[in-house]
């Protein structure tokens, strides 16, 4: 995709920073020495002292109803999330299901997206509180969740038990039919190239507010329905993760790259200067797998 995309945080047993790795039923945690707490903390103060520490103290009633997450995949096991996929879907479905009802998951997809700097597993998720959600899924010993999480490391390198790599991803745009009629997905990943990141956001506004007439018919070209981008920071760089939905929403980056309406040209031109990512050249390239598709049963309630 570029230069710029981060990759896993770890994949050997020592951390940049020289922590301590410690094997555990999680694949790994990175722990710096254990200090002695003088009493435990309620999940609140837990929750804010893990929101202080990252740089952003958020408010206690902002609730996260829907976010998304990216990782890269080791090199040679993408058929190995595929059977990781179907397994979730098959043999394991009643624990997934019972595990993100406890977690106040709702609604779960996945996407396996090709790129030359290697092949990327795209999570997209719903729920109520979902900042909640994944602190509890690093710090739950449900049996489905601890399996869960060994396979995500053994696949990816990365570890849930480290909140700055589950961290949810911020929210930058929703428009307004998002979410609000049944309809295909599709995910994809572009990085923020160093320095960008506010022109990226000024681009993002541009696009779907100050030429909102515009953006609404670049919608009904496409056929999409709704749109979601997402920010992930990481400390390899920052990435959007872009979520979109329609009537085959993954045909329409293709289309979108050959288009030459004029405000398709433009958001093309943007994106190459934000994000290094040539559409036109990326036309060839397949559209993300959709590997996971997990939806609450209906009448079910999640905690």
Known sequence: MGPGLPGPFFYGPTT????????????????????????????????RARL????????????????????????????????????????????????????????????????NAGDLLIFYFEGGDL???MMIIGESDNLHDIWFREKIFALTGYDLCDYRQIKPAELLYESPEAGTKPADSVATVFPV???????????LHTATVTRVAEYREYQQRFGLTGERFFLKHSPEGDMIIMYAEGNEPA?????????????????REELLNLSGI???RRQTAPPPYLALEWKMPAGVKAA
Not at 24 to 41: D, H, V, W
Not at 79 to 96: C, M, N, S, T, Y
């Open 16 to 47: 940049p920073t020289g922590l301590r790795v410690e094997p555990g039923f999680c694949g790994s945690r990175f722990r710096a020495p254990r200090q002695r707490e003088s009493k435990k903390r309620t999940d609140k103060q837990r929750r």
């Open 52 to 115: 202080r520490f990252f740089g952003k103290v958020i408010g206690m009633n902002e609730i996260m109803k829907t976010t998304a997450a990216v990782f890269h995949i080791a090199p040679g096991m993408t058929p190995e999330v595929i059977e990781f996929a179907k397994e979730i879907q098959g043999k394991r479905l009643g624990e997934h299901e019972a595990s993100r009802r406890g977690l106040g998951i709702t609604h779960e997809r996945a996407w396996i997206e090709v790129t």
């Open 131 to 133: 900042d909640r959600s």
């Open 193 to 203: 190239l160093t320095g960008k990141l506010d022109d990226f956001r000024q681009w």
């Open 251 to 267: 045909s329409s980056i293709a289309r979108f790259a050959r288009s030459s309406h004029p405000y398709d040209v433009w958001m």
């Open 278 to 280: 040539d559409f036109i």
